[in-house]
């Protein structure tokens, strides 16, 4: 006599709620977001003066930024620095085809391309 097993199968779940997986997704995704991170003055001080040459000489930049949790990045040049929304526009391509618009408050750190 011979005994028929399922093998790993009769451990793996075989049913999920579409609120259980709505559940799982959201945890997965709180999980993954990180907190601003805080500048120091210095810090502040040489984004400034990068900011202020990129936008003289037109040149690339490389911009991390912080959104809803994420650090996102994008490269491109800097077209505009907007001093009553406090906020730089990046006009560019890759990923980031069109205009971007960053708060500078956001702003994590740029490099010269």
Do not use: T
Request: glycine share 8%; charged share 30%.
């Amino acid at each position: 006599m011979s005994l028929r097993d399922r093998g790993i199968l009769k451990f793996q779940s075989a049913f999920f709620l579409p609120e259980h997986v709505k559940m799982l997704n959201e945890h997965w995704e709180d999980a993954e977001k990180v907190q601003r991170p805080e500048l120091d003055e210095q810090k502040l001080a040489d984004l400034n003066e990068l900011v202020k040459d990129a936008v003289y000489h037109q040149d690339l930049v490389h911009v991390e930024y912080y959104s809803g949790g994420h650090i996102l990045d994008c490269e491109g040049r800097i077209s505009l620095i907007d001093p009553l929304k406090k906020c730089i526009h990046i006009v560019g391509g890759g990923a980031a085809a069109g205009e971007v618009r960053i708060s500078l408050k956001d702003v994590i750190d740029i490099k010269l391309i």
